[in-house]
């Protein structure tokens, strides 16, 4: 059995000073009962919080998860592993779908390889079935309606390596889509979107649960003839079921929004995700991504002319860091929506330090500095 002692072990009903006993990979207590154990860690002065969970990044530390290699792969995964990332779902943008499938390919041969030190848990398609209206940095040259030919072929070649696909819910107005991605078991995000309530409604019903990087490229009331319509913003605050993601970077939303979402919303359907460009945690100031020059400047990617932003250079520290000193919340709190929420959304034992979860650990300090990560039960860094 292995041990951790903190006087700051971050839990459901707070922080609580005692050690967290660990067996199999699994938690095994948490409690304040000293027991011998033939591997032990004090991190007294430390938060020993759950591992976090990032449903949303395209890559880091130089490494991209598309248009590269199952190498690249585990090699992004890595990176943000040691920012605190237990748990990852590397996303593939818009391409032509010969470019999508071969990613897939990529994130399942990484996934098979048995060397990923964390979890990588399958891969989130974020799209080509989006809203040419809402790309944002999607390309729209490769912006589709769905195509069962495509998608269902997905499937059957990588069966256990979709975890989740974003979409337009406008583009589905019978709901197919939506049912056959969730018949499979993955999960249905509405995003890069126009949507209005109707074809929300449909999404819903067809068992779309979340809202992709909610207030980006997600639509808002419009109005027609004087009649006002709900948009995705407005339908994800109506529909208590829906479940929402946010950029929570402090620049693609300003904090007083994200307290906001968060008021709206309720900490229990917030989860925190990078959105993470390859380029994150490097030192790239400038270049050219899919044939659009950037610049890195205010801890943001923004277009050259800086009209609008071009992606976040986040990593989940960084995004529990924003909760807690630029938004105002607990650690607690920020760590709830950074690994409790989206372990709900995947529907699986992670996220909480309580008997019967699955062992994986960050450590960091008062500044949100990751010290240390384990992934069931053993010290990954």
């Not at 990979?25 to 000293?34: F, M, N, P, Q």
């Not at 359907?269 to 994150?280: E, M, P």
Request: proline share 4%.
């Amino acid at each position: 059995m292995l041990k951790i002692k903190s006087d700051k072990i971050v839990t459901p009903q707070g922080l609580f000073d005692g050690f967290v006993y660990i067996e199999g990979g699994k938690i095994e207590e948490v409690s304040a009962k000293l027991a011998p154990c033939g591997e032990e860690y004090d991190f007294t002065g430390l938060y020993v919080s759950p591992g976090f969970i990032d449903l949303h990044t395209h890559g880091g530390g130089g490494h991209a998860f598309m248009d590269s290699s199952a190498e690249e792969v585990l090699a992004g995964c890595d990176f943000h592993l040691a920012h605190g990332t237990t748990t990852i779902l590397p996303t593939i943008s818009a391409a032509p779908f010969s470019a999508m499938r071969a990613a897939v390919r990529d994130i399942d041969a990484a996934m098979r390889s048995g060397r990923a030190k964390g979890h990588i848990f399958g891969a989130h398609m974020e799209g080509p079935y989006l809203s040419a209206k809402q790309c944002g940095a999607q390309c729209p040259d490769f912006i589709t309606p769905p195509k069962k030919e495509e998608y269902a072929a997905l499937f059957a070649e990588f069966p256990r390596s979709i975890a989740r696909w974003t979409y337009a819910p406008e583009n589905d107005p019978e709901g197919e889509f939506c049912r056959f991605v969730t018949g499979r078991g993955a999960i249905v995000s509405a995003g890069h979107t126009d949507a209005a309530y109707p074809a929300m409604k449909t999404a819903i019903e067809n068992g779309c649960s979340l809202v992709t990087h909610l207030y980006s490229c997600t639509s808002t009331v419009t109005r027609s003839h004087g009649f006002r319509s709900l948009g995705v913003i407005e339908s994800a605050f109506l529909r208590d079921e829906l479940f929402v993601e946010i950029i929570a970077d402090g620049k693609h939303l300003p904090p007083e929004l994200i307290e906001m979402i968060v008021k709206v919303k309720g900490k229990e359907r917030v989860a925190l995700i990078t959105d993470s460009l390859a380029i994150a945690g490097t030192d790239t100031k400038e270049g050219v991504m899919s044939g659009t020059e950037f610049i890195v400047e205010d801890g943001v990617c923004k277009l050259k002319d800086r009209s609008a932003f071009a992606g976040s250079v986040a990593t989940a520290d960084r995004l529990v860091r924003v909760l807690v000193y630029d938004c105002g919340f607990t650690v607690c709190d920020a760590v709830k929506m950074m690994a409790e929420v989206p372990a709900r959304i995947l529907n699986v034992k992670k996220g909480r330090l309580e008997r019967g979860f699955d062992a994986d650990i960050a450590v960091f300090d008062d500044k949100i500095t990751v010290r240390a990560v384990f992934a069931d039960g053993g010290k990954v860094i």
